[in-house]
């Protein structure tokens, strides 16, 4: 890992990071408390801030920063589902009253009965589906952010994303008809 | 589809307390302690005095321009030289937070840049610095080997090999790296999540269980248990327990309270954890006592050398030696944020963490010193820390030392200590956290004052933007009879600076809340014939240096340059009384620490003209 010796000059990351935080904390912080709930959504956020501080030379200047936290931020939340998973299982092993915590899902909050079929919907997608949606509509990326975050061409941005909303349009048609019939069927009886 | 989505983000109206998350990050970037704020100099690092070969223009208020010149030393950063600094050791960069001894070699890592620095303790001579590529905050020396803490990949020890510069070993750890010591034959590592590893010279975890390391003695290796929040001992067979560290109802040294554990002439000493109040605690293994003693903020790094126990604060600015049998406290101020201690060459280094250097000491001279101060605390964080005698009983004057944007009362102390050792009062002005506007500092200043019982007259002191608070404060008194103003930041300075900056490229040089949107028109806007002075840095190791031409272009470090120019002139011209002059030789490190002798010369030329003491 380490390298032969270098000799660097100390620069104004101090200034730049502060300036980095302010502009995206919100940002972070609502990325997280979609994928996480609010329990774990600020713990994910300072870890993001955590990891630029520590990277601060890979940021790209500019605009492009944002992406790049995205970026951070998405790996970040797959190593707190891959540590909640740790901590079920030792859990499990141990058979003590060991507290997980585990988010209200973040679904449950819908305010009426066609956001609560968006939600599922959504929920009910894969993964990567998921992802492209929410960064899309609720994190407003654009296409070279997301491709950026997603490891990905923006072609394959367009074609996922078109692809994903084909899928939800599906899930949502099924679910609001059902809970439609569902709720006729409650208000008959 | 994607409308109603739209519509419903889940997370639309989700906030988050921006000082709470803001905290959280800096205790995950800061590691081991929370990483300080660092000097105005190096957030902005290109800083300008009134310049001797610049064409400016000086309000006629000033009769002279004067020059006060450290001496014979080279235009750059140089520091003077202090009483018991046998050598100060540039390093790569701020952020020192701890180091290793190893025979001959101390090792000390910039949390900054990640620079790993291997120097010699006998010449001070930097023999090589690598770059370890990951954020390291703790290190250990032995087995032949050098341990680094890093807080990349959730949590790993490196391995690394001084022979081949080299990290041959990555340990992962699953958690942050919170504490580790070398103990027996085995590296001892825990986590923040309360996990504790032994880990062998091969690299091979030997075995875990819950625990925090806090440090050796007496053949122990001190933990907390979290079972029970106390520190226990631990020893090299595995037995938890065998002695505990009790809490006796005044003093409760329970395991989130202690920073660390050290054994010092037959003593176990506790440093505590959390700024106010603040000690160490005493602890004797045969009658299990506990003496707490009061010694500095935050105090941390303790170690022993000369029959004395060191430590340093890095809130205070401080050195602090204790006599292990005594209790007696001493208290010396150092030229910057300290970070660790170290015990190398048969004498005693102590690192500092900004600006980034190595001070070797010499105990046995006679180190600046400073007296025990008395905390007069307000409200919401607000303190004024006094030294030199009791402002509330007599009526001769109190200084005021107001310091730069977010730095404390503690960047003061060695100004502090030199003028208080003159026989006056001297307050420096601060929080124990947080870093309000002026307008709050200028009316908790004039709250606190009153409110304790410190009346007038007053000598304003104030550094970089310590003058907007100097000016709201002076506002409608009576009582002020000199003011000095340290490189203070001109009015919309760095707004000006990050338009030159956006010029090249360089977006924003700072955070917005630092170009501070004073409301002057409750400021002092003539102080008619109070005596002021104003101290600038030596342009030619700031913006019209080479290497800052270089980087902004001539045109824009020149007119950065005159905006700085006009702004001293402006506050030069706020008095009849002024005087205007350049600190040669003063750079980017500050002039209060590199040179405080240029501030306190004239603090006191302007006591000893205006009172009697």
């Known amino acids: 890992m380490a390298t032969g010796p270098v000799v660097d000059n100390s620069t104004d990351q101090q200034d730049r990071f502060d300036d980095l935080f302010e502009a995206n904390y919100v940002a972070i912080f609502r990325y997280c408390v979609r994928r996480l709930g609010s329990a774990d959504a600020e713990d994910a956020a300072a870890d993001v801030f955590a990891v630029a501080w520590r990277r601060f030379h890979e940021i790209p200047a500019g605009e492009a920063s944002r992406a790049w936290l995205f970026a951070v931020a998405y790996r970040v939340i797959g190593n707190t589902y891959r540590s909640r998973r740790r901590q079920r299982s030792l859990s499990d092993r141990l058979k003590s009253d060991t507290a997980v915590l585990v988010s209200r899902p973040w679904f449950e909050s819908a305010p009426t009965q066609q956001v609560r079929c968006l939600y599922r919907a959504l929920s009910s ?65 | 589809m994607t409308d109603l989505m739209d519509l419903n983000d889940p997370a639309a109206e989700s906030n988050t307390d921006r000082a709470r998350l803001r905290a959280m990050v800096d205790d995950r970037i800061g590691g081991f302690e929370r990483p300080m704020p660092i000097p105005a100099q190096a957030k902005r690092p290109w800083l300008l005095a009134l310049a001797g070969f610049a064409v400016i223009v000086i309000a006629v208020a000033i009769p002279a321009f004067l020059v006060d010149e450290p001496g014979d030393l080279p235009i750059g950063n140089e520091f003077i030289e202090l009483p018991g600094v046998e050598r100060m050791v540039p390093l790569a960069s701020g952020g020192v937070q701890t180091g290793a001894v190893d025979g001959d070699t101390i090792w000390i890592v910039t949390a900054l840049q990640n620079k790993l620095q291997k120097i010699s303790a006998q010449s001070g001579e930097v023999l090589a610095i690598y770059d370890i590529g990951a954020h390291v905050e703790g290190v250990r020396s032995d087995s032949g080997y050098l341990w680094l803490m890093s807080y990349d990949n959730e949590g790993e020890v490196l391995r690394f090999n001084p022979t081949s510069g080299q990290v041959d070993r990555t340990i992962a750890l699953g958690g942050l790296p919170a504490g580790a010591a070398w103990f027996g034959d085995s590296l001892w590592v825990s986590t923040d999540r309360s996990e504790l590893f032994q880990i062998s010279p091969e690299g091979e975890i030997l075995s875990s269980q819950t625990g925090q390391v806090k440090g050796t003695g007496f053949g122990f290796l001190w933990v907390n248990d979290p079972s029970t929040n106390l520190i226990s001992s631990l020893s090299t067979d595995g037995v938890l327990g065998e002695v505990v560290i009790p809490t006796d109802g005044v003093v409760t040294p329970t395991g989130t309270d202690i920073r660390e554990v050290t054994e010092a002439s037959g003593y176990l000493w506790l440093t505590l954890a959390g700024s106010s109040p603040s000690a160490v605690v005493r602890f004797d293994l045969e009658t299990l006592s506990l003496q707490p003693l009061a010694v500095a903020t935050e105090p941390w790094a303790a170690t022993e050398f000369g029959g004395y126990l060191w430590m340093t604060s890095r809130f205070d600015n401080l050195l602090v030696r204790v006599d292990p049998t005594s209790g007696d406290v001493r208290r010396y101020p150092l030229p910057g944020k300290p970070g660790a201690i170290l015990v190398a060459d048969g004498a005693l280094w102590v690192a500092l963490y900004q600006p980034g250097s190595l001070l070797r000491l010499d105990i046995t001279s006679d180190l600046i010193e400073t007296a025990e101060p008395v905390t007069y605390g307000g409200t919401d964080g607000h303190h004024l820390i006094c030294t030199g005698g009791d402002p509330t009983t007599t009526a001769s004057p109190t200084v005021i030392l107001e310091p730069e944007a977010w730095m404390n009362y503690g960047s003061w102390s060695l100004v502090q200590a030199l003028v208080s050792e003159e026989g006056y009062r001297v307050c420096a002005d601060g929080y124990l956290d947080g870093d309000p506007r002026p307008e709050q500092r200028s009316a908790d200043l004039a709250r606190d004052l009153a409110g304790q019982g410190i009346a007038g007259p007053y000598l304003l002191v104030g550094f970089g933007d310590g003058v907007h608070t100097v000016r709201l404060f002076a506002n409608g008194r009576s009582d002020i009879i000199g003011v000095v103003l340290v490189d203070p930041t001109p009015l919309g300075f760095q707004t000006f600076y990050d338009s030159r900056l956006f010029e090249i490229g360089v977006e924003g040089g700072h955070p917005p809340w630092l170009d501070l949107p004073v409301d002057v028109s409750t400021s002092l806007e003539d102080f008619g014939t109070i005596p002021l002075v104003v101290i600038g840095q030596d342009p030619r190791a700031t913006y019209l240096s080479d290497q800052f031409m270089a980087f902004v272009g001539e045109d824009n470090a020149r007119s950065i340059n005159d905006y700085w120019q006009d702004g001293l002139a402006f506050y030069g011209g706020l008095s009849s009384d002024s005087r205007a002059m350049t600190a040669l030789g003063t750079g980017s490190s500050g002039i209060i620490w590199s040179h405080p002798e240029i501030v306190v010369r004239q603090v006191l030329g302007l006591l000893d003209r205006t009172t009697v003491k």
Not at chain 1, 162 to 189: C, I, K, N, V, Y
């Open chain 1, 125 to 189: 997608l894969g993964v990567a589906d998921q992802e492209l949606l929410r960064l899309w509509s609720w994190d407003g990326l654009t296409r070279s952010e997301i491709a950026y975050v997603l490891g990905i061409n923006e072609n394959a941005v367009d074609q996922r994303l078109h692809r994903a909303r084909t899928r939800l349009r599906t899930r949502f048609d099924r679910l609001s008809g059902s809970s439609t019939q569902q709720e006729a069927e409650e208000a008959s009886t």
